[in-house]
């Protein structure tokens, strides 16, 4: 398979978090972002680790669908990170900021310093300034991410980079940020898990994975209490959700509203967590309020959901698209439209944003 990288052109992004691996890459223009090609790949078992065998299918996957190149950047699985918070002495030297980082991750873990693969970024100050330097630091263990790596080259592929997926969202949700006061959310309504980020300033400041709240779970609820098939579920979730408009007349208006109890449900159980987290970063940065949640992922285009939100948690809530931070070719329209690929696209744009 012969692959030739083209310089205007991003590496690929590659998002593995959900029940399909999403793919994309862009290429720079004059005014901006163009999204160049896309590429979806539903996987067989989603909660099974990824094998040898669907790597080199999304290899070829990635060439039938004309990506260039063979670099890719990869985020991190949620649940493999670990992060903590620094508060880092005052007059201490920036050099030390990373081996501090690494020395209380590795103490959290049990495990030597040297098996962890770290990155840390400074914060703004709190409103209640304590002195000194505020750092948040994330890591994985360098096991994995080597495990990781050796199987997309081993399909071909070079991993330019393993990223952090709260950084990925932001560089992807750039575009909503505007307008908005300093602290801003965004909120991943994956496959497996949600995924909420708080940035002050445009730095991220706070980040809480929420399991039990990812897409699948409601699945595995309305199959349980409905008996409905995949599909039914993802027609009813995508086509429906909320919005009793969208409701076709052949269903029984009854199944439909008890449907639709399930769902503001599990909204709600979301929404209670989201106050909870939301509430730290307000109590951290206290003299401005949370003005704004940004919502993408597997579950973020269900009709009303938005909405729903919005009147819970009384902020403006917003769902991003890659076509809200790139410009795409017409045949890529209706895709570029698609909630689920912006972790791709922030993962894509790592270190060229």
């Not at 919502?295 to 939100?309: C, E, F, K, R, T």
Request: one cysteine or more; a negative charge.
């Amino acid at each position: 398979m012969g692959w030739h990288a083209l310089s205007t052109r991003t590496p690929i992004g590659i998002d593995l978090g959900g029940r399909c691996i999403h793919a994309m890459q862009l290429a720079r223009r004059s005014r901006g972002w163009q999204i160049q090609t896309v590429a979806s790949m539903p996987r067989g078992d989603d909660s099974a680790l990824l094998s040898a065998a669907e790597t080199r299918q999304l290899a070829n996957v990635l060439y039938r669908h004309g990506f260039r190149g063979g670099d890719v950047v990869l985020a991190v699985p949620g649940a493999s990170v670990m992060a903590t918070m620094l508060e880092v002495p005052p007059r201490s030297p920036a050099a030390a900021v990373p081996q501090l980082a690494r020395d209380r991750l590795a103490a959290a873990q049990k495990c030597e310093p040297e098996a962890l693969e770290v990155s840390c970024w400074a914060l703004p100050a709190p409103t209640r300034s304590r002195g000194g330097t505020r750092a948040l630091a994330v890591g994985c263990a360098t096991d994995e991410a080597n495990a990781l790596i050796d199987l997309f080259e081993a399909s071909g592929m070079t991993v330019e980079a393993l990223d952090v997926e709260a950084w990925a969202a932001v560089r992807a949700c750039v575009a909503h940020l505007d307008g908005a006061s300093r602290l801003v959310a965004i909120l991943n309504v994956g496959w497996s898990a949600a995924h909420l980020v708080v940035l002050c300033d445009g730095v991220v400041v706070h980040e809480r994975l929420l399991p039990e709240h990812g897409r699948r779970h409601l699945h595995e609820i309305l199959a349980r209490e409905f008996k409905l098939e995949p599909d039914i579920i993802d027609y009813v979730v995508d086509r429906i959700g909320l919005d009793p408009e969208a409701s076709p007349p052949e269903v029984s208006a009854r199944l439909l509203s008890a449907i639709s109890g399930q769902l503001r449900a599990y909204l709600e159980r979301l929404e209670s967590d989201l106050l909870r987290s939301m509430s730290y970063a307000t109590q951290e940065y206290a003299e401005d309020d949370l003005s704004r949640l940004i919502v993408h992922g597997d579950g973020a285009g269900m009709p009303g959901l938005s909405d729903h939100i919005a009147a819970v948690l009384g902020i403006d809530v917003r769902v991003a698209t890659p076509s809200d931070t790139a410009v795409c070719p017409a045949a890529l329209e209706t895709v570029s439209r698609s909630p689920a690929l912006v972790m791709a696209m922030g993962l894509a744009l790592h270190s060229r944003a």
